[in-house]
């Protein structure tokens, strides 16, 4: 079973809109920590906010915030206000396991986000 | 605050040849990184664990005599692979855990082969 699912391959938004990129995951660990990378054309991936299963606030990052939903394992980026600079590849990624693991991260397939003029 | 630096960015190779790719903790000390895979318009796909001292933990499918990583010091891992064959050209990208409480995972640049 697939452990990151990002069921949207593509989305457009119109610039200074706010979007929402969706991600559930799927873990029997109690410890886990979400991340959401931005990767360029160029390649570099970009962090951009982290949400550990303990936190009780949903995390936030200037125009970044993350909607953690435990109960329904989804951990869905909302990006505020779009800018033309937002268009990217979004990942979702899951740590298992506690907080300074040497786990490696699980990759969702990824969002490409389009901000329209 | 933490960086990860990864070289070469591009490098083109001969089929048949190796090449050597680097990935560097610039300001702190990583006893394990992870090297990926990319190919276009997919995502990240883990190949191995390098630890520092000791031999990396490859995952399944992944040839660890042709994909040979080292990682010799608490700053430096290296990926070369070996042999290269035009179906090996990709986009590799390592990370490593950052410093203190390390909630945060550290991408390098990332690397693309070309293999002809």
């Known amino acids: 079973a697939q452990k990151i699912t990002q069921t949207q391959p593509g989305m457009f938004v119109q610039e200074k809109e706010a979007v929402t990129l969706d991600c559930t995951y799927d873990?029997?660990?109690?410890?886990?920590?979400l991340f959401w990378y931005k990767q360029p054309s160029s390649g570099e991936m970009i962090f951009l906010i982290y949400?550990?299963?303990?936190?009780?606030q949903n995390a936030t990052e200037g125009r970044y915030s993350l909607n953690f939903q435990k109960a329904r394992k989804s951990a869905n980026l909302v990006i505020s206000a779009s800018q033309l600079g937002d268009s990217a590849m979004y990942f979702c990624?899951?740590?298992?396991?506690?907080?300074?693991?040497?786990?490696?991260?699980?990759f969702g397939s990824g969002t490409q986000l389009t901000v329209l003029p | 605050g933490a960086v990860v630096s990864q070289h070469p960015s591009r490098v083109i190779c001969k089929s048949g040849t190796s090449v050597k790719i680097e990935c560097r903790s610039l300001?702190?000390?990583?006893?394990?990184m992870f090297w990926y895979r990319q190919f276009p318009k997919q995502s990240l796909m883990l190949m191995a664990t390098?630890?520092?001292?000791?031999?990396?933990?490859?995952e399944q499918g992944v040839e660890k005599d042709k994909f040979l990583i080292n990682h010799a010091s608490l700053t430096l891992s290296t990926l070369t692979v070996t042999s290269a064959h035009p179906e090996d050209s990709s986009f590799y990208i390592c990370?490593?855990?950052?410093?203190?409480?390390?909630?945060?995972?550290?991408f390098g640049e990332g690397s693309w082969l070309t293999v002809v």
């Open positions: 990370s490593a855990r950052g410093p203190g409480q390390g909630n945060t995972i550290y």
């Open positions: 873990t029997s660990d109690q410890s886990y920590g």
């Open positions: 949400q550990g299963s303990y936190d009780e």
């Open positions: 990624a899951m740590r298992e396991g506690l907080s300074g693991s040497a786990r490696q991260l699980t």
């Open positions: 300001d702190f000390q990583a006893t394990t």
């Open positions: 390098s630890n520092e001292g000791s031999k990396a933990t490859y």
